[in-house]
């Protein structure tokens, strides 16, 4: 009992710089974040109470209506892009020869890559004119240059391509994890009974990544809900609102339009509703599961 005593709490005192700036930095700055958005936040006249109005300043918001919508669109078209591409790329890549070691690796590079970095190379691929890299490749094949980020209608859709392609090679080695631990035996009965490459595909390979999925599609919904480095890279919210997305807004009325109760407000709802979604998609999990 000593020992295990001794160990317990050896693991809680290499935890504890961790859990300090966990503490520091992200509990305490959230626990503000729920106070401060029950209050008029003036820095040097004294907070106001003011209770529930900043919530009902920011669901009554146009804008944030707008937002909510933009960033909805992002996650839904970003977490099936991903899922969609991942798991192609972890079938085609996925086995024991050794040279694929490298081509994981390579895949999986933009994952590791700093976002900011990666939308500012994408802005400039992006660019509108007929001299852009994209718009260069698309005149090879007789298509017209594309505004890609500077139209209303194609801006946020660029961001999810973009976010696409980063977030694939990481569904990618989640599926490749999944794909190892499948009973190779099942192959070899399936293709004994003459089961084609599409019917192992359905009957065998995507039934046993279903946990897979339920993993994925919680943490590819909750990253695209929270976007917010590469839409304040590539558009800032532009052109005219097309891809303001809930976390772009909350930073303009916290920084730029100083309603720091109305953003703090704006937080918690995003919050809250990134905890209801992980909720929602465990219960569901579950009841697959029984």
Not at 21 to 36: E, H, N, R, S
Not at 88 to 101: H, K, M, Q, S, V
Not at 126 to 142: C, E, K, M
Request: proline content about 4%.
């Amino acid at each position: 009992m000593t020992h295990s005593r001794r160990g317990t709490a050896v693991a809680w005192l290499l935890l504890a710089p961790a859990l300090l700036l966990f503490l520091y930095f992200k509990f305490i700055p959230m626990a503000l974040g729920l106070w401060k958005s029950f209050f008029k936040v003036q820095p040097f006249l004294g907070d106001e109470w003011v209770g529930l109005d900043n919530y009902r300043t920011i669901m009554t918001d146009d804008a944030f209506a707008a937002a909510v919508g933009h960033s909805l669109l992002l996650a839904v078209g970003t977490t099936g892009g991903s899922l969609v591409l991942g798991l192609g790329l972890a079938l085609l890549i996925e086995g024991p020869a050794r040279y694929l070691w490298f081509v994981r690796a390579a895949v999986f590079l933009p994952v590791v890559t700093t976002m900011a970095a990666v939308a500012e190379v994408w802005r400039i691929m992006y660019h509108p004119a007929d001299t852009g890299l994209l718009n260069t490749i698309l005149g090879w094949i007789a298509i017209d240059p594309q505004p890609f980020l500077a139209s209303e209608h194609s801006s946020l859709w660029s961001i999810m391509g973009m976010n696409i392609w980063r977030g694939a090679p990481y569904d990618m080695m989640i599926f490749l994890a999944g794909l190892v631990g499948i009973d190779r035996t099942l192959y070899e009965a399936a293709a004994v009974d003459g089961a084609s490459t599409r019917r192992r595909l359905l009957h065998i390979t995507l039934p046993a990544l279903r946990p897979v999925f339920w993993i994925l599609f919680t943490l590819a919904a909750i990253r695209g809900l929270r976007v917010f480095v590469e839409v304040y890279v590539l558009t800032n919210g532009g052109p005219n609102g097309s891809s303001e997305v809930i976390m772009t807004l909350v930073y303009k009325l916290g920084f730029q339009r100083n309603e720091l109760g109305v953003a703090s407000a704006g937080g918690v709802v995003l919050f809250a509703a990134t905890l209801a979604l992980t909720l929602v998609v465990q219960l569901m999990r579950r009841r697959q599961a029984k």
